[in-house]
């Protein structure tokens, strides 16, 4: 999709997993505009706790054009996935003091459980802890913008598994297999995926749009269109595995709706599990 003229986008909680791979993609594709939020001194950006300290980041935010929100650890504490609320409805605040018209918190597909197509209008399923977190997050989100009709608008990102970021590819190879749930019929999870290249140039599009004033909806689906099975990634990637019986509490598909996206971007590619280890790989400069 090549660069985009977002003006200024604040990125808070950018040095985890997910956010350190945005980086570096936007990075390769030559993307500016991005401004990085940190909590440790001596950072390049902004430092500030988003949580205890607002007016730090409602002057970080001033005269921004969106704020994207990838801050909330992953994980089952219950501790944890109830900061996932608390962080969302922070960045809002700091949007409405600091004159940002629009807040992009980044939610999950695992809000919907097992799902064949799932469409943002669709009813929330979770079937863990935090599926349940990020609901808790987007009810938060919403309520709180309904409440507050001069703005912010908000964007909850239900994002697909990110190849990197994820619990199959973002695992260091041990040199033995890697174990994997297989089904009945021989196949293991099929899952909405994508890259962290094709990740950024999505968020791109998505901060252009708001720059020129387009209005973007509540909650969006954020994946490749279709669905890979984990064992054509993990060839695709040249990493051997060992099928086990697949518990009963698996789900064997999660596919998201991407229509929505395509809308506002235009086409949106299909999932293919060597692309999407390609983008992985071409993220990280590692050779083909």
């Known amino acids: 999709m090549g660069t985009f003229d977002i003006g200024t986008v604040l990125v808070v909680g950018g040095t985890g997993r997910l956010g350190g791979l945005l980086h570096l993609a936007w990075a390769r594709s030559g993307q500016g505009g991005l401004v990085w939020q940190s909590r440790r001194p001596g950072a390049a950006g902004p430092v500030f706790?988003?949580?205890?300290e607002p007016?730090?980041?409602?002057?970080?935010?001033?005269?921004?054009?969106?704020?994207?929100?990838?801050?909330?650890r992953v994980g089952e504490d219950a501790a944890?996935?109830?900061?996932?609320?608390?962080l969302?409805?922070?960045?809002?605040?700091a949007a409405a003091e600091g004159g940002v018209p629009h807040v992009f918190l980044a939610s999950s597909a695992a809000v919907y459980g097992g799902a064949d197509g799932a469409r943002e209008d669709d009813m929330p399923a979770p079937v863990a802890e935090y599926g349940r977190g990020k609901?808790?997050?987007?009810?938060?989100?919403?309520?709180?913008?309904?409440?507050?009709?001069?703005?912010?608008?908000?964007?909850?990102?239900r994002i697909a598994n990110v190849a990197g970021a994820d619990a199959l590819l973002g695992v260091p190879s041990r040199g033995g297999p890697q174990v994997l749930d297989v089904f009945a019929d021989g196949t293991g999870p099929r899952r909405s995926y994508l890259g962290p290249g094709a990740l950024s140039a999505l968020l791109a599009c998505l901060f252009a749009r708001v720059r020129v004033g387009a209005s973007l909806p509540r909650v969006l689906n954020v994946a490749l269109d279709g669905a890979v099975t984990m064992e054509a990634l993990l060839a695709a990637a040249g990493r051997p595995w060992a099928p086990r019986?697949?518990?009963?509490?698996?789900?064997?598909?999660?596919?998201?709706?991407?229509?929505r996206l395509a809308a506002l971007c235009g086409p949106v590619p299909p999932a293919e599990a060597t692309g999407i280890v390609a983008d992985l790989r071409a993220t990280l400069g590692e050779a083909p």
């Open 49 to 52: 706790d988003p949580l205890t």
């Open 55 to 72: 007016r730090s980041f409602a002057a970080a935010a001033r005269g921004a054009t969106a704020i994207l929100n990838l801050a909330g």
């Open 80 to 86: 944890d996935l109830a900061s996932h609320a608390a």
């Open 88 to 93: 969302g409805v922070a960045a809002l605040r």
């Open 135 to 157: 609901v808790a997050m987007e009810e938060a989100a919403l309520a709180w913008v309904a409440a507050h009709p001069t703005g912010p608008r908000a964007t909850c990102l």
């Open 245 to 259: 019986p697949a518990p009963v509490t698996a789900i064997p598909l999660v596919r998201l709706d991407v229509a």
